[in-house]
């Protein structure tokens, strides 16, 4: 069973930083990334990374987030800065491979982590 597993999340100040990991016992995924989620809305993107390291944001990314990965440690990062009480969420990363059988990607998903900024 494909698992990824966050953490990292927490409370912070607004202004403030966290970082949060993902690692996964899967090596093929070809992009890893970030979503977030506020009770009754969407799933939204946040920030995406493929396996080359070309990355992208989200315009709610842009500028205050940085994602990385690191293959070695089959681990990708997300480092988040100038938080605002609006980036309160649970954060979910995900990974998608390619599946041999259908050609299509495959997406799994870790089990989130909330983070949480208020003064």
């Known amino acids: 069973q494909v698992r990824l597993v966050e953490s990292g999340g927490g409370l912070a100040q607004p202004g403030g930083s966290l970082r949060l990991a993902c690692e996964t016992s899967r090596r093929d995924f070809i992009i890893m990334g970030w979503f977030r989620q506020t009770p009754g809305k969407q799933r939204e993107l946040v920030a995406r990374?493929?396996?080359?390291?070309?990355?992208e944001y989200t315009d709610l990314a842009k500028g205050r987030f940085t994602i990385s990965r690191d293959n070695a440690r089959n681990t990708v990062y997300l480092q988040m800065s100038s938080l605002k009480p609006e980036d309160t969420a649970v954060y979910y990363c995900y990974g998608d491979a390619v599946n041999t059988a259908t050609k299509a990607f495959d997406r799994s998903w870790g089990q989130g982590t909330q983070v949480t900024v208020s003064s």
């Open positions: 990374i493929n396996v080359g390291g070309s990355t």
